[in-house]
T-cell receptor, first 113, second 114 residues
Framework: GDSVTQMEGPVTLSEEAFLTINCTYTATGYPSLFWYVQYPGEGLQLLLKATKADDKGSNKGFEATYRKETTSFHLEKGSVQVSDSAVYFCALSVPGANSKLTFGKGITLSVRP | DTAVSQTPKYLVTQMGNDKSIKCEQNLGHDTMYWYKQDSKKFLKIMFSYNNKELIINETVPNRFSPKSPDKAHLNLHINSLELGDSAVYFC?????????????FGNGTRLTVT
């Protein structure tokens, strides 16, 4: 079946540090890939997405590139802020009837001033 | 204006009781979902409805029964609550299929069964 594997957390960084969160996937078809973010006490919201190989999704300084050869979609940000502290989820969805969004386990990021 | 709203935000109840969680979306989306988030933050889809029709039912116990009176509402009724049902339940909606349409989530309902 389809699955998403994220690196183990939590992750704690100082403000302005470089961030990488690893994500790899297994899919039966050609999936769309997503990063969702969950701020404390809130629901998830879409951060960025990519729908085909070599596409780069970007938003709020975050980037991720769809790498079909390594089945990866790693999230990066050059300089994190305290306000980036949240839980980050990698997810995939394979096109087809009744497609569903499958999430990784999520990783908690804490950014200290 | 809240796009996807759930009520209640918190629900504390005893084992064996029956409870409901309500969800409404004002985005005009045609697909709605229920997800369960466990204590380790892992999210798993439970149900999906498209235009009031059930399209995904992921090996969820029969004690859980979703109801969609119209495409803007998807409620979740849980019978005979068990300790293992304690979790945060998220409602979400999208316009079309999830592979090309982002999901919009509510803020969750934290259910605690004692």
């Amino acid at each position: 079946g389809d699955s998403v594997t994220q690196m183990e957390g939590p992750v704690t960084l100082s403000e302005e540090a470089f961030l990488t969160i690893n994500c790899t996937y297994t899919a039966t078809g050609y999936p769309s890939l997503f990063w969702y973010v969950q701020y404390p006490g809130e629901g998830l919201q879409l951060l960025l997405k990519a729908t085909k190989a070599d596409d780069k999704g970007s938003n709020k300084g975050f980037e991720a590139t769809y790498r079909k050869e390594t089945t990866s979609f790693h999230l990066e940000k050059g300089s994190v802020q305290v306000s980036d502290s949240a839980v980050y989820f990698c997810a995939l969805s394979v096109p087809g009837a009744n497609s569903k969004l499958t999430f990784g386990k999520g990783i908690t990021l804490s950014v200290r001033p | 204006d809240t796009a996807v709203s759930q009520t209640p935000k918190y629900l504390v109840t005893q084992m064996g009781n029956d409870k409901s969680i309500k969800c409404e979306q004002n985005l005009g989306h045609d697909t709605m979902y229920w997800y369960k988030q466990d204590s380790k933050k892992f999210l798993k889809i439970m149900f999906s409805y498209n235009n009031k029709e059930l399209i995904i039912n992921e090996t969820v116990p029969n004690r859980f029964s979703p109801k969609s009176p119209d495409k803007a509402h998807l409620n979740l009724h849980i019978n005979s609550l068990e300790l293992g049902d304690s979790a945060v339940y998220f409602c979400a909606s999208s316009q079309g299929e999830s592979y090309n349409s982002p999901l919009h989530f509510g803020n969750g309902t934290r259910l605690t069964v004692t």
